[in-house]
């Protein structure tokens, strides 16, 4: 994939994202291989009602999620906690972790690795979309 010269301003709404499996819409904003960014990356999420992502870890980088909008749960080991809007969670590497969205409305969140490298595979599967 060819990296794009970083801008100073991004319109996500003009980003193309994918849909995985579960029904969630991921668009890469920011990362070394679309903007060039360095050390992390931007991503953004839209869970519809009742989905939920793979449980999952990331061995050598950190996930924070940004609750724009909705409702719902993130399992971080062995805690569970109710997320909603302006929240702010910090799933550290090697810590098998899941975002859930158990409300009736979509869910937006941002999530940003630092460091970069786990949003590869989105990258991959917006590029395998066009």
């Keep these: 994939m060819e990296v794009r010269p970083t801008r100073r301003y991004v319109k996500i709404w003009e980003l193309e994202g994918f849909t995985d499996?579960?029904?969630?819409?991921l668009k890469v904003v920011l990362s070394p291989k679309t903007q060039g960014t360095g050390r992390f990356s931007l991503s953004v999420v839209v869970a519809?009602?009742?989905?939920?992502?793979?449980v999952h870890v990331h061995e050598e980088s950190d996930e924070f999620w940004y609750i724009l909008d909705g409702r719902g749960e993130i399992i971080i080991g062995d805690?569970?906690?109710p997320v909603e809007p302006d929240m702010l969670i910090h799933g550290p590497a090697n810590i098998p972790h899941q975002l859930i969205n158990s409300s009736k409305d979509p869910l937006r969140a941002i999530f940003i690795f630092s460091p970069a490298g786990p949003e590869e595979k989105f990258v991959h599967e917006m590029a395998?979309?066009?």
């Design 21 to 25: 499996d579960d029904g969630r819409l």
């Design 79 to 81: 805690e569970r906690v």
């Design 48 to 54: 519809p009602p009742g989905t939920r992502g793979p």
């Design 128 to 130: 395998s979309v066009r």
